[in-house]
């Protein structure tokens, strides 16, 4: 039962241009979201978090909007980067239950000039 | 400040053999998690520890275990390895307050033949 999903596995966005990763979860217990970048051969990186009591976080070029009611979330990356290319991993945490994660599968963002 | 340290940073088994990983958290974090990313797939959960005792596990068989050590520090054990444990194997450690973001080391990758 995958409780975090990011259906697009991939995304190819022009430099400059708004990057836009989505991610769905079913658990409504989720209280805490995170989204992750992941370069090959490294660790996740935390980019962004947001708690169920907001709808917006934003920290220079990234900006996570939630909706709760249609349990889903979002990042945007303005403008972006060829370094942003990465895979981006959407997390929710259930702080009632031990603050484990619970991932998304992950999508490929690739920046082209 | 120096982040998370995984050894080794590759591994390779043949099916049946044991292996033990090894975690070094962020100074003053007294929280070690560990998650098992399979090809193709999202991060999964495996277990949590904290100060020295494991709070809570994820769904795999008990031939997944490990400690933390009174320094924090902690390894993960598998034995009798099969080819799906084939996978990159994370380790996260955050602070004592549950509310504090998980930080990630560069990972083991494992390879069982």
């Known amino acids: 039962d995958q409780q975090v999903k990011q259906n697009s596995p991939s995304l190819s966005v022009q430099e400059g241009r708004i990057s836009i990763l989505n991610c769905d979860y079913t658990?409504?217990?989720?209280?805490?979201f995170l989204w992750y970048k992941k370069y090959p051969a490294e660790g996740p990186t935390f980019l962004i978090s947001i708690s169920s009591i907001k709808d917006k976080n934003e920290d220079g070029r990234f900006t996570v909007f939630l909706n709760k009611s249609a349990k889903h979330l979002s990042l945007h990356i303005v403008p972006s980067q060829p370094g942003d290319s990465a895979v981006y991993f959407c997390a929710a945490r259930n702080t009632g239950t031990a603050s484990k994660l619970t991932f998304g599968t992950g999508t490929r963002l690739q920046v082209t000039l | 400040e120096a982040g998370v340290t995984q050894s080794p940073t590759h591994l390779i088994k043949t099916r049946g053999q044991q292996v033990t990983l090894r975690c070094s958290p962020i100074s003053g974090h007294t929280s070690v998690y560990w998650y098992q990313q399979a090809l193709g797939l999202g991060l999964q959960f495996l277990l949590w520890y904290d100060e020295g005792e494991e709070r809570n596990r994820g769904n795999f068989p008990p031939r997944f275990s490990g400690r933390q050590f009174p320094n924090y520090s902690s390894e993960l054990n598998v034995n009798a390895l099969e080819l799906e444990d084939s996978a990159l194997y994370l380790c996260?450690?955050?602070?004592?307050?549950?509310?504090?973001?998980?930080?990630f080391g560069p990972g083991t990758r494992l390879l069982v033949l």
């Open positions: 658990n409504s217990m989720f209280d805490y």
């Open positions: 996260a450690s955050r602070p004592g307050r549950v509310r504090e973001t998980q930080y």
